[in-house]
């Protein structure tokens, strides 16, 4: 089993920044696949942001530019930059691990116009 939390989120207006960390239970290097998910408001959970082991990124067309993913042993950050109403959701952190997926809780950010 593995166990996530993500930290982080609240209430900015446009343009403004927010950092979200999510906390493993074991090291966030001994994944081959992290990332971060989104769920806006009557929407699904889509991609927002993933690492694979090699360090190669990829993000979702709409962060691109903006958003920014990063790791440590402990922990998996999400920079957000220049944030826009339509980021809205709730945030979730994400790994696999042993062919399995785990999820955190989520963290709320609201964005306002």
């Known amino acids: 089993q593995v166990q996530l939390v993500e930290s982080g989120g609240g209430l900015v207006q446009a343009g403004e920044s927010l950092r979200l960390s999510c906390t493993a239970s074991?090291?966030?290097?001994?994944?081959?696949?992290v990332g971060w998910y989104r769920q806006g408001p009557g929407k699904q959970r889509d991609l927002v942001a993933r690492?694979?082991?090699?360090?190669s990124p990829n993000y979702a067309d709409s962060v691109k530019g903006r958003f920014t993913i990063s790791r440590d042993i402990g922990k998996m950050y999400l920079e957000m930059n220049s944030l826009k109403p339509e980021d809205t959701g709730v945030y979730y952190c994400?790994?696999?691990?042993?062919?399995?997926?785990?999820w955190g809780q989520g963290t709320q950010v609201t964005v306002s116009s």
């Open positions: 074991r090291s966030f290097f001994s994944f081959n696949d």
């Open positions: 994400n790994a696999v691990f042993d062919w399995r997926n785990y």
């Open positions: 690492l694979n082991r090699g360090g």
